[in-house]
């Protein structure tokens, strides 16, 4: 429909494209933004964009003031994967739909605004004023890097490997005690045995993909959100976090994600301790961070960024050491050194295919001694397990 296209390029006045779609017959208005929304979420999907990222992405961009794109989205994700068997489709598309809760929940695509605005008990117009916003977010998302294949893609994932779900669950129960234990020594506990555990699988993996000759399993990349504020300061945790994986990073901060390369099972670990350590690090922030208030914001502000610079230097540091003592008692292994060289060449390729053309991004500034200390002390703290 001309109006909805003209009003999404700005071809129009936002306001003055609205009060056209508000006297339009309903008819013609509904079934083409409905329709409009579905095709940018399957270009979008085909750019590189899975269910989870785009979600995101639209929230973010959204506003919290506008929960409805949050909704319309999700359900577009649904739409999208009714045209196809489920069986073709990629397990990780359908893995975060899933989360999502991305249901056809609607009769017909031709009823959608109607049935939403029945369900969500809001003014016609108001539902088509945040489903044009939604275009306009959408129109505005780039194409990204096509790290899972999107549904109606005939491309095939190579082989590769998970960790062990009998280990993860092991992992998550040790961050679980970390995250709830009021008693930092016995947080530390609980994170340090987490990480030796990660650190000992990733070895025992590496050697074993190195005598089998598995050369089917590959490096992949997976996009992890990183939310404001202290966006820098989280991605350089993350980074941290990372190195000592055997992992490799890129931070796209206008998207507020970073892409994660290394083989699937280290990325794994690094999605879930990166989680846990930020969980860890945004409590030990608050209670020892100074009174806000108008007169303390600045100091306030310098002490958080402070504290998560020195944070994720300090976590950089205990987590590399942790990798270094795992790798000292399995040096009796001849192989390991160059299998682990081999799978780290491997993964620098698969970045540099990816990302021919990096930055390496600036430093955060620390201005708050107080802030820096507490950061470090609280990441001595930390379960790194």
Not at 292 to 311: C, D, I, P
Not at 345 to 357: G, L
């Amino acid at each position: 429909m001309k109006q909805i296209d003209d009003l999404v390029r700005g071809a129009v006045a936002y306001e003055d494209g609205l009060d056209l779609l508000a006297v339009a017959p309903a008819a013609e208005v509904d079934p083409a933004l409905s329709a409009a929304i579905a095709d940018a979420v399957a270009q979008l999907a085909r750019g590189g964009w899975q269910p989870a990222e785009l979600h995101r992405a639209v929230v973010r961009r959204g506003g919290t003031d506008r929960p409805l794109l949050g909704q319309a989205v999700v359900d577009a994700v649904a739409g999208l994967l009714r045209r196809y068997d489920r069986r073709t489709v990629d397990e990780r598309w359908l893995s975060q739909a899933d989360e999502l809760g991305a249901k056809v929940w609607w009769s017909a695509d031709a009823h959608y605004v109607s049935e939403l605005t029945a369900r969500r008990r809001l003014d016609r117009i108001s539902v088509v004023d945040d489903l044009v916003g939604l275009l306009v977010v959408l129109a505005e998302l780039p194409a990204i890097e096509v790290l899972v294949p999107p549904p109606g893609s005939a491309k095939q994932l190579p082989k590769s490997t998970r960790v062990d779900e009998r280990l993860l669950d092991r992992v998550r129960a040790l961050l679980a005690k970390a995250e709830s234990t009021g008693y930092p020594a016995e947080a530390e506990t609980y994170t340090a045995k987490a990480q030796e555990l990660i650190a000992r699988h990733a070895i025992d993996e590496a050697l074993l993909a190195g005598r089998e000759g598995t050369a089917a399993v590959v490096p992949f990349a997976r996009r992890i959100g990183v939310d404001h504020p202290y966006e820098g300061e989280k991605a350089s945790l993350l980074s941290a976090v990372a190195r000592a994986n055997r992992c490799h990073t890129v931070w796209s901060p206008d998207l507020g994600f970073t892409t994660v390369f290394g083989f699937d099972s280290d990325i794994d670990v690094v999605d879930l301790l990166y989680t846990s350590l930020l969980v860890q690090a945004g409590r030990a922030m608050s209670r020892t961070e100074p009174p806000g208030g108008k007169a303390g914001r600045a100091r306030l502000k310098a002490f958080r960024q402070s504290f998560l610079v020195a944070y994720a230097v300090r976590i950089g540091e205990r987590l590399a050491r942790a990798t270094e003592l795992a790798l000292e008692e399995a040096a009796a292994a001849s192989d390991l050194l160059p299998v682990l060289r081999s799978r780290d060449e491997q993964v620098r390729e698969t970045m540099a295919k990816v990302f021919p053309r990096t930055v390496r991004g600036r430093g955060s500034r620390v201005d708050s001694r107080e802030g820096w200390e507490s950061g470090r002390d609280a990441a001595d703290r930390a379960i790194l397990n």
